[in-house]
């Protein structure tokens, strides 16, 4: 009876792979081991998306390989997009690493660690897919009160930045029944919610079903209480969409709106197929539509040849919309993207690091002021679990915000009215009424 040990570096669409590589191993007669030490199988599902991404990583192989000085039939292997990006690199530069497989790959791992084990062999898998979209695997979801469910792999968009299209492949949706079958077995499992996840769930297209219609499928499964999704791209978010995310009670009033940039110039450098002014409009009209929506974003500064005027336009369209929070990144260079081969990464690591600053600055300032309006407002707190006080509970608002508030001894999974006293940039603060 083998033990494996997976960790999982980046995004949401990582750990639900993680998830599909345990179902699968455990089919196999694979167990789970607590640590490292443990196992005789060790797994890094890992990311591409940044720099420092691979270097951590990098970091980790060379700490978990000493582990084989102790079991000599240890297993060390990565997984995900560096995988993906790097290829047999990883199993040239990196003596110890005895297997490398892509996102597409995770179905061979039970012959491919059978090869390695047997025959003392190096194995690598990295064909992408057209097709595979392990429908027929009921991952093996981590317990909690959300549960992810990717509804199709693989991105088209190519924004020049990303990797995510080489790593990734081409995308490819996974029938509604599919997703509503897994949905029903998570509510059975006692979860409440379910994030949708695609890199971009606009795509979504299978026979004459799209993403709207998908919510809706969903969102009629018993005890699935909120549907929450990521992410959505700007150039073609449907108005059929916000229609049903604006009616569908069980749809939650939260949307992340990737922006990257806010000049005209930059956008068409990063392909991104908006101009600054159709993004505007379109989170404009979001926020009408839903009444309480919260709006997310992505951004990135010092993409190739951005000035400072460019940088001031980001920071335009973050005072315009005034979105609820921000994830916010300095431009790194990705091998193998469109980026990397056409525009030299000028910007400087001092020039970046002082827009990230000032970007940071403006947007706490932001959400404070947004965060600000729900004081002696009263939501629907979705609980989640101990808040960092012994005495608090934490969950998040139906507009995802992460809310803290003292322990009226309600379970994980609970709805409780929760009357807002104080906020923070990032939290609110209240009382259970
Ligand atoms: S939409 Fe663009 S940024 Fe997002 S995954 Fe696809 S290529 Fe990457």
Known sequence: MKKIY?????????????????????????????????????????????????????????????????????????????????????????????????????KKLPAMLQHVSEENAKEFSLTLSEYETYSDIFPEHTPGVNAWI?????CDNFCTFCVVPYTRGRERSRAPQSVVEEAKKLAAQGFKQITLLGQNVNSYRYESADFADLINLVSEVDGIERIRFTSP?????????????????????????????????????MSRTYTQKEFINLALRMRETIPGLALTTDVIVGFPTETEEEFQQTLDVLRTVEFDAAFMFKYSERQHTIASRKF?????????????????????AISLKRNRKHIGET???????????????????????????????????????????DVTSGTLIGEAV
């Open 150 to 154: 990717a509804v199709m792999r693989g």
């Open 233 to 269: 791209h700007p150039k073609d978010f449907p108005e059929k969409l916000l229609q049903v995310v604006a009616e569908n009670p069980k749809a939650c009033a939260h949307i992340h709106l990737p922006l990257q940039a806010g000049s005209d110039r930059i956008l068409d450098l």
């Open 6 to 106: 997976i960790e999982t570096y980046g995004c949401q669409m990582n750990e639900y792979d993680t998830e599909i590589v345990k179902a699968i191993l455990k089919k196999e007669n694979y167990h789970f081991a607590a640590t490292p030490e443990e196992a005789d199988v060790l797994f890094l599902n890992t990311c591409s998306v940044r720099e420092n991404a691979h270097q951590k990583v990098q970091q980790r192989i060379s700490v978990l390989k000493q582990l084989k000085r102790n079991n000599k039939k240890m297993v060390l292997g990565v997984l995900g997009c560096m995988a993906q990006n790097l290829k047999k690199d990883l199993l040239e530069k990196n003596v110890g690493v005895d297997l490398v497989a892509g996102p597409d790959s995770y």
């Open 379 to 421: 939501f629907e707190v979705m609980v989640e679990g101990k808040g960092k006080k012994s005495n608090q509970l934490l969950g998040r608002t139906d507009g995802n915000k992460v809310t803290v508030f003292p322990d009226n001894g309600a379970k994980d999974g609970a709805l409780v009215t929760v009357k807002i006293k």
């Open 344 to 364: 030299p990464d000028d910007v400087s690591e001092e020039e970046k690091t002082s827009r990230i600053v000032r970007l940071v600055d403006l947007q706490q």
